[in-house]
C-alpha cells in the first residue's frame, strides 16, 4: 500500500469499524491495482467480523468524510480517495 495512503490513515481520527472497512476497501481496490471495485457490504462484514448493517453505516460515513467514493450509484463500485479530500 502506498506511503501516503497509510500515514493519512494513521492520521484521521476514524472509529475502529470504519477504520477496518477503510482497509478492507484500500486491500480490495489499490493492493490489487484495480482502482475501483464492486463491493458489496457483505463481503466487508464476512472479511472484518461486522455486522452487515453496521458494515454499510460505516461505508455511508466514510462516504460522507470522502474518504471513499463510489461510481454509479447505491449499488456502484467503491475506490479510495485522494487523502487531500478527507473530511
Known amino acids: 500500500m502506498d506511503n501516503s495512503v497509510m500515514d493519512a490513515l ?6 475502529a469499524r470504519e477504520l477496518k472497512v477503510a482497509l478492507y476497501i484500500a486491500k480490495e481496490t489499490i493492493n490489487f491495482q484495480a482502482g475501483t471495485a464492486r463491493i458489496a457490504a457483505v463481503d ?3 472479511a472484518t467480523n461486522i455486522h452487515p448493517d453496521v ?3 460505516a461505508i455511508s460515513h466514510l462516504l460522507k ?3 471513499i467514493f463510489r461510481e454509479g450509484g447505491a449499488r456502484g463500485e467503491i475506490g479510495l480517495c485522494d487523502p487531500k479530500e478527507w473530511v
Open 10 to 15: 494513521m492520521k484521521i481520527d476514524l472509529p
Open 55 to 57: 458494515a454499510s453505516k
Open 65 to 67: 468524510r470522502r474518504v
Open 44 to 46: 466487508v462484514s464476512k
